[in-house]
């Protein structure tokens, strides 16, 4: 739970230093510069968080390799010379959407076909899990159209609103999963539970 600690840690400085920027030294490219790193350190923690909690070993290292194609990415689309510094670049939110929600896909899938020791529904990552499938689900379009349409104020507006709303009911359902890591307890000396899904050679007539 650390790496989610680091993670809200992070949220919280750079939400203060981005409106400062914006509302107190009016610089959108110092608020577009500082939400830039923040997007950086964002996916690096969060695929540091699934790496931990994912059981397949070839999973958790692709995620942690993908930090540097993705940090590349964010960089180069930062300084790209037609990517005005007055606009602002959704491209690698969009990417980072796509990603976790593939990789929470595969946590769930993991988690109920190797760890019945505990209902999936009892588990911190669960609902963390859940947290995030709904922030990067439900901003998925919006990150994904904001980029011609920022410009428009009505746009705006409604951003904010479907923004705002996705983050709330986000952090709501971190606050379960942080709630019930006091009374989970991991449960010992339990057999092999993984489930054969292989049904071709069962035989209903064999006792």
């Known amino acids: ?26 610089s959108f490219l110092l608020y577009v510069t500082l939400f830039r790193v ?9 695929c540091l968080f699934f790496k ?12 942690l390799l993908s930090i540097i194609p993705f940090f590349l990415f964010s960089i180069y689309d930062y300084i790209l010379p037609a990517n005005n510094k007055l606009s602002f670049s ?16 595969y946590l769930f899938y993991e988690k109920m076909n190797i760890d019945l020791s505990i209902p999936i529904y009892q588990l911190p990552i669960f609902w963390i899990s859940i947290a995030f499938l709904i922030y990067f689900s439900g901003n998925f379009f919006l990150f994904l159209y904001s980029k011609n349409s920022i410009q428009n104020k009505e746009f705006r507006t409604l951003y904010h609103i479907i923004y705002g709303s996705v983050t709330i009911i986000k952090n709501l359902f971190l606050c379960i999963g942080v709630y019930l890591t006091k009374f989970i307890k991991p449960i010992p000396n339990l057999p092999d539970q993984t489930v054969n899904l292989d049904l071709d050679h069962f035989n209903p007539t064999t006792n």
């Open 1 to 26: 739970m650390r790496v989610f600690f680091l993670y809200a840690s992070a949220l919280a400085l750079f939400l203060v230093l981005c409106l400062t920027a914006l509302l107190y030294i009016d």
């Open 90 to 105: 959704f491209y690698p939110q969009v990417i980072e959407c796509i990603i976790f929600i593939f990789v929470i896909i």
């Open 52 to 63: 931990l909690n994912i059981k397949s070993k070839k999973i958790g290292r692709l995620l």
């Open 38 to 46: 923040f997007i950086l350190i964002e996916y690096s923690a969060i």
